[in-house]
């Protein structure tokens, strides 16, 4: 008994040309298109982050002692222990007139107050009991090279004794009309300085943020629309195809099959009866 062999038949020829399927998925395009906007609202947290503690910096500062020329540079209600920074500015008053009549509802006035550089040994300051006190240079738990050039404090000091300071500002100083001295506590300089640092850092991460946002935005929505596009035109393509439909009946594009009465060799022939002789 011959053992039966089973056929090799030729593996299917591979047409290196052959162009493959286009990509319809729109999985990838959504992805990236929230994955955008999510980044988005990241940074428009980050930037009411920022505005936050940048509006709040200003506050802070002014919201010390002032020694100006209106009080003859006396700054009231400071406390015996506590470390005060000296920060100097100019005030700047403007006023806008609105008709010619003079009214009070006619003008308006604004205020804006502009950093001023000054010396620590242009001024004197004394306590209440008249003795001198020396400015010793600022420090800064953090970002103290940020503060020193942008706020220019003139010193700081220890307070001895409860009550007023007073302030002589030396004549070769020639300071500008509305020039004034903030004494703002130690604690609220390093906690204005945390502020800058938070903002700071939040400037830098929303501008990192942002640029991955703006890629996946643009990227995923472009994606999301031509494949998205592409579907849509081969879906329609393949309704007005149709696809390969099956042959009717009496219509194949072969040889048909013989009719019945129609066959194509010779009819057959009916018995005849035999013939028989007497």
Do not use: H
Request: charged residues 15%; aromatic residues 10%.
């Amino acid at each position: 008994m011959t053992d039966y062999v089973t056929p090799q038949y030729p593996a299917q020829p591979q047409y290196p040309g052959q162009p493959s399927p286009p990509k319809t998925a729109t999985g990838l395009g959504k992805v990236l298109t929230f994955l955008g906007i999510a980044l988005t609202v990241v940074c428009i947290g980050l930037i009411a982050v920022i505005v936050v503690n940048v509006a709040a910096m200003p506050k802070e500062i002014t919201s010390g002692a002032v020694a100006d020329e209106s009080n003859g540079f006396t700054a009231e209600g400071l406390k015996a222990g506590r470390t005060y920074v000296i920060f100097p500015s100019v005030m700047t008053s403007t006023t806008s007139t609105r008709g010619n009549d003079g009214s009070d509802w006619s003008s308006s006035s604004s205020s804006s107050s502009s950093i001023y550089r000054i010396s620590a040994s242009d001024i004197v300051l004394e306590d209440s009991a008249g003795a001198v006190v020396d400015l010793a240079p600022t420090t800064f738990e953090s970002l103290g090279t940020f503060i020193e050039e942008v706020l220019s404090p003139v010193g700081r000091f220890t307070a001895t004794s409860d009550g007023p300071y007073f302030v002589t500002v030396a004549s070769s100083a020639q300071v500008p009309t509305g020039f004034e001295l903030t004494f703002v506590e130690q604690g609220t300089v390093d906690g204005i300085a945390a502020k800058a640092r938070t903002a700071f850092i939040a400037l830098i991460a929303t501008i990192v943020l942002g640029f991955f946002a703006s890629v996946f935005l643009i990227w995923g929505i472009i994606l999301w629309a031509v494949r998205a596009s592409r579907k849509r035109k081969l879906a329609q393509q393949a309704g007005n195809w149709g696809g390969p439909q099956p042959p009717q009946a009496g219509n194949w594009g072969g040889p048909q099959p013989p009719q019945a009465g129609n066959w194509g060799a010779a009819a057959p022939v009916e018995p005849q009866r035999p013939f028989y002789s007497e």
